[in-house]
Structure formats: C-alpha cells, structure tokens
C-alpha cells in the first residue's frame, strides 16, 4: 500500500536525522515498494542516495529496479543502471538479464534481446523458459514469425520446456499471418506435452478464425474452452 511505503520513507527520514544509517535490506524493500507502485522518480533518488552510501542493491532489487526504468520507458537508464551493476561485481543472474531483456523486446530492439542473451550465455547464466518465452513473443509483435520459430528452436534445443506463454505467442503469430492451420498445429502440439491452453490461448485463436471469417471453427474453440 502507498501510504505504508510513504511511514516506512518516513521512519528512514528519522533513522537519518539521528545519524543511523539505514541498511541495504531496508533500501532494497523500500525499492521494491516504489518501484512496485510506480513511483520511479523517487526510487531512482534512493538509489543515487544508497550508492553514495557505498550500499548496494543485491540482485533481485537490481532486476526489479532495471523492470522500473523499462515500464517508465527510460531503457536508457536502464543499460546504463544494469552496465553499472555488472562493473560493481554483482552477478544480476537470469532474472537480471531477463529484465533487460525484457526491455529490448518492448521497445522492438529484437538483435539487442538477442545478443544480450547471448552475452548472458557467455558468462555461463543461461535462459530460461521465460528469456525464450519473451523473446518469441518479441519476435511475434514485430510481425517475424520466422525469428520466433528458430528461438523456439533453440530453446527446445537446449532443453528449456516451452510453457503456456511459448506457445500462445506462436498462435498469435500464426493467427497474425492468416495461417490458421498452423495455429491448430502449434495448439494441438501443446495440448501433446501435456500443457492446457488458457483463456488468452483460446480467446487468440478463436479470435483468429474470426477475423478470416469462419465462425464454425471459432464457435467451436469457444466450446472447448467452455470444458
């Protein structure tokens, strides 16, 4: 809640009054808050005011911190914040190099996404479903089916399991190229690993052969979701 993270700014306001300085745990869950709320202008002046303490953030908060500047469309800021967390020794890990990668995708930078992955690769972290899963679906927003398929590719190549997010932006793709048949092949594969379609699975296929005029095929989807 907004104002719990408003009392808990105002108890480190007095900590500092009194010459106690507050920890980086107490940093870091304050970040956390604001950054969930998203209040970036003043995460990023507490930040400034913790590394001038000579504190860090450990790696979670770095990622969540690195999420906030995306959402706040500052990726600026947020190469230049995740270049400083590897120059300071602080392994940021998948779940930092996913934010990022993240960010490269948002903003349609797909060779970015892919070399940062690469880059993580190098330095023996490797991805995960949700580093693919971001990527594909990058690929599927920029109209590039061809892109997603060899991540698909690779990832199940490099025995990372697609899940339900995979293979709902393949659908997507699919239904965007018009290839409805595809799409089916690509539900029925996902039905085969033992995976149940979601809502926004069915909804995107449904949606797809509607917008190319079968309805039957729609109505019957629509149906299967109804189970």
Sequence with gaps: VSGEIDVALSIRDKMIQRGVL??????????????KKGRFADTKQL??????????????????????????????GAKKLFKKIIKTGVNPGVVGYNALIKGFCKFGLMKDAVSW?????????????????????????????????????????????????????????????????????????????????NVVTYTTIIGGFCTVGNLAKGAFFFDQMLI
Excluded: W
Aim: proline share 4%.
């Design 22 to 35: 507050p920890d980086a745990g107490i940093y870091n869950v304050l970040m956390n808050g604001l950054c």
């Design 117 to 197: 992955m690469n880059i993580m690769m190098e330095r023996n972290i490797f991805p995960d479903e949700f580093t693919y899963s971001t990527i594909i679906d990058g690929y599927i927003k920029q109209h590039y089916l061809v892109g997603a398929l060899v991540m698909l590719g690779n990832m199940i190549k490099r025995n990372c399991t697609p899940n339900v997010v995979t293979y709902t932006s393949l659908i997507n793709g699919f239904c965007r190229n018009g290839d409805l048949a595809g799409a089916e092949k690509i539900l029925r594969e996902m039905q085969l690993s033992g995976l149940m379609p």
């Design 47 to 76: 930040l400034a005011e913790m590394l001038g303490h000579k504190l860090l953030p450990d790696a979670y908060n770095y990622a969540t911190l690195v999420d906030g500047f995306i959402r706040d469309g500052d990726l600026d």
